[in-house]
C-alpha cells in the first residue's frame, strides 16, 4: 500500500508558473506515475503521466508544451512543472501510482491507478 502526499498548490496570476510535488511511500521505482485533475462541477481529468522506466511521459492536449512532468527516483518524487497557466487550468490536482510490470507501460485512465494523493488546489486568475 503506497501512500502519496502532494504539495506545492497556490493562488496564481495566468501566465505564471508552479511547480507540484507528489512524494511516494512504498517502491517508487516500480510505479508508473500521473497527474490528474477536477475543476468544480467536471469530471477528474487526465493531465501527465511518466513510466517507471526511461521516464517515458505523456501529456493531455490542454496542457502539452505548457507542462512538464518528472520523476527523481532517489526521492520518491513526482513533480509537474506547470508554465503559462491559464484561468482554465484552475482545479484541484491529484497525484495518482500504480504498479507496473513494463518499464514503458502508459496508464492514462484515472481507473487504471491504485493508489491517490489526497490533492491540491491550483488557482489561476484571470
Known amino acids: 500500500q503506497a501512500q502519496l502526499v502532494e504539495s506545492g498548490g497556490g493562488s496564481v496570476q495566468a501566465g505564471d508558473s508552479l511547480r507540484l510535488s507528489c512524494v511516494v511511500s512504498g517502491r517508487f521505482e516500480s510505479y508508473n506515475m500521473g497527474w490528474f485533475r477536477q475543476a468544480p462541477g467536471k469530471e477528474r481529468e487526465f493531465v501527465a503521466t511518466i513510466s517507471r522506466g526511461f521516464s517515458i511521459t505523456h501529456y493531455a492536449d490542454s496542457v502539452k508544451g505548457r507542462f512538464t512532468i518528472s520523476r527523481d527516483n532517489a526521492k520518491n518524487t513526482v513533480y509537474l512543472q506547470m508554465s503559462s497557466l491559464k484561468a482554465d487550468d484552475t482545479a484541484v490536482y491529484f497525484c495518482?501510482?500504480?504498479?507496473?510490470?513494463?518499464?514503458?507501460?502508459?496508464?492514462?485512465?484515472?481507473?487504471?491507478?491504485?493508489?491517490w494523493g489526497q490533492g491540491t488546489q491550483v488557482t489561476v486568475s484571470s
Open positions: 495518482a501510482a500504480r504498479p507496473a510490470a513494463s518499464l514503458r507501460a502508459r496508464f492514462l485512465s484515472a481507473d487504471e491507478y491504485y493508489y
